[in-house]
């Protein structure tokens, strides 16, 4: 915001709210018309989608300091949300109004060269997600997700379960697939946690 020019910066500040979400709380539901462009502040969200058979896919996470492609996607080309977003844990979230966001988009060229230049980079992590799914195994994405969600000291807090979720699959299956690679040494499983033990391996095997 800092770079906008001194009325739209007043523009925003007068418009812009900081709602805030408890974890599990509804970010916003499939369907629903788009009222702000946002950006998360304090802890994150996850987008997903659900299978007529009731199974979720993980599509992207918004952390602080990232913005939602699908809300971008909605401001810019009109339309309702084609996903569902959750709050992963409590999260507060930087709300602009859609007629202060289409106000700025047509008068400030910093705010809209930051928009449009943030949704290219976004599109990157949706075409991605087309890849992987088309062209790599559940293994593979399994080895993938934990790699993407280990800390510094290679810990995933994820249940079998919650990686299920992710990657649109099912706990016995992502239980197996865990269970076979600590017996090869390259994981650690506990309660509510995995440890990579041997990331190179894990890495390799995503095909990195």
Not at 17 to 22: A, D, H, S
Not at 54 to 59: A, K, M, N, V
Not at 107 to 125: A, C, H, I, N, Q
Request: with cysteine; hydrophobic share 45%; charged share 20%.
């Amino acid at each position: 915001m800092a770079a906008l020019e001194p009325q739209h910066l007043a523009l925003a500040r007068a418009t812009i709210r900081f709602p805030e979400l408890g974890g599990g709380a509804v970010a916003y539901r499939q369907g629903a018309e788009c009222p702000n462009y946002v950006m998360c502040i304090e802890g994150g969200t996850r987008t997903f989608k659900i299978s007529n058979e009731g199974r979720e896919l993980l599509i992207y996470k918004v952390g602080a300091g990232g913005t939602c492609v699908f809300t971008t996607q909605c401001l810019l080309g009109g339309g309702t949300f084609p996903a569902e977003s959750v709050a992963e844990s409590p999260t507060v979230l930087a709300a602009l109004p859609a007629a202060a966001f289409h106000r700025l988009m047509s008068e400030s060229v910093p705010f809209r060269r930051f928009v449009l230049d943030d949704y290219s980079t976004l599109l990157g992590t949706i075409i991605s997600l087309v890849d992987e799914i088309a062209f790599a195994s559940l293994e593979q994405r399994l080895a993938g997700r934990l790699i993407a969600e280990a800390d510094a000291q290679g810990h995933v807090a994820k249940t079998h379960q919650q990686l299920a979720l992710d990657l649109g699959s099912v706990r016995e299956v992502i239980s197996r697939y865990l269970g076979e690679w600590e017996r090869a040494g390259w994981i650690r499983t506990a309660r509510g946690r995995i440890e990579i033990v041997d990331r190179a391996a894990l890495a390799s095997h995503r095909g990195s």
